[in-house]
């Protein structure tokens, strides 16, 4: 070991050096030794991970109640006939030839799974479909009826029908803004 004073070579582990008497710093601390640490406080994830926890999908109630009254649309009256005196009304469930029905209940169903997934952006899309289906039925309808539309009125599971694809958008969208504080 050298002196840093004078330069003078010493002895390891001299207190101070045998040629000017300065105290030798490498007395103290041997060369080359690695600083002591602290232990973690815990061996759970890094500090610059998330937890688990919270970064989980929560489940989105309103896109699931939405979905919910999509399906039960289906078996309420979509139309309401009266035409002197008779009245009559059909859901989309007993429409003669139609088979919309069953692409309502697939995509509440599909968009049910999303809403508990809590997967928002697939809700909000399912919600839009939902009213897409409705409108075009209507169109539909319509064409069909030609002059005789003015005896037919919109049913309850038509306006349910419209009604649940917003709230199935509504609750995508307040899924994405709980999300983001």
Sequence with gaps: MFCKNCGAANQDGAPVC?????????????????????????????AAFPAASSSKRRLNILGALGALLAIISVFLPF????????????????????????????IGAVGLILALAGLNIGVIIMGLLEIGIGWLEIRDLDERLGMAAGFV?????????????????????????SKRK
Excluded: H, T
């Design 153 to 177: 009125s919109k049913g309850l599971g038509c306006w349910l029908l419209f009604a649940a694809g917003a709230v199935m958008i509504l609750g995508g969208i307040v899924g994405i803004a």
């Design 18 to 46: 045998a040629s000017c008497g300065a105290p030798l710093a490498a007395a103290q601390q041997p060369y080359m030794q690695q600083p002591a640490y602290p232990p973690p406080a815990s061996y759970g994830a890094p």
């Design 79 to 106: 139309l309401n006939v009266e035409v002197f005196g008779y009245s009559d009304s059909v859901s989309l469930f007993r429409a003669e030839g139609g088979s919309d029905w069953i692409f309502v209940v697939a």
